[in-house]
């Protein structure tokens, strides 16, 4: 295997920033413009600001908590210096925040798609298929660096796993909380803030 930490580290940097721009290009090429269609393009950029200001939140309170917290000895056993256990603390609080943050989007993600869904197949179903395919390289973001940080492939695929199902969730929401608010608004400041 012949591998460093630093080897592991820049291929999963790698891979983080080609998920970050996949998720970005699809963002702002598909999702805000069709958004931005169902209202002025005011309230959508609005929307869009919120879903980056929650997610930017997020990041900051989950990086505050790993700041505070004593270097864990989670790392390999010829791993006992202080910088290799702060980096692997520091790739799991990214696993961390791309889990939370994914799992908020993923969240709106099932309202958009049971929306979608009310307005007919022939919008809900090429929204589902797009989303699904969007939600491979959101696994990725979540899984590669928990699994760096802890070598616990359970505990990646479990934490991608939840991140996945909460999306569900999002569709069980709308008939439960939402079905006498449906407007063509709603779904395009939903969609607005999942492109943030």
């Known amino acids: ?15 983080q920033a080609a998920v970050a721009g996949i ?8 999702i805000l413009p069709e958004a931005a ?24 309170r989950v990086w505050a908590r790993v700041r505070r917290a004593p270097p864990s000895q989670s790392g390999a056993e010829d791993e006992t210096s202080p910088r290799a256990t702060t980096t692997r ?7 961390l925040v791309c889990f939370l943050c994914i799992a908020m ?10 929306l979608a869904s009310y307005e007919g197949l022939e919008k809900g179903l090429p929204l589902s ?3 699904g395919l969007e939600n491979i390289p959101e696994g990725i973001a979540v899984a590669l660096p928990v699994f760096y940080a802890t070598s ?16 569900p969730l999002g569709v069980i929401a709308v008939p439960l909380f939402l ?16 492109a943030g």
């Open 37 to 60: 269609a169902g209202v002025t393009l005011l309230p959508a950029v609005g929307a869009f600001l919120c879903g980056v200001t929650s997610m930017w939140f997020v990041s900051r």
């Open 105 to 114: 989007h993923n969240f709106l993600e099932g309202i958009a798609i049971c």
């Open 89 to 95: 603390d520091e790739v799991l609080a990214c696993g």
């Open 23 to 30: 998720l970005l290009f699809w963002s702002c090429s598909d």
């Open 129 to 131: 298929v797009a989303i």
């Open 179 to 194: 079905r006498h608010k449906l407007s063509q608004e709603l779904v395009s400041l939903i969609l607005a803030g999942i």
């Open 152 to 167: 616990d492939i359970p505990r990646a695929i479990r934490l991608t796993l939840i991140a996945g199902l909460v999306e």
């Open 1 to 15: 295997r012949g591998r460093t930490d630093l080897d592991l580290l820049r291929n999963m940097s790698l891979w």
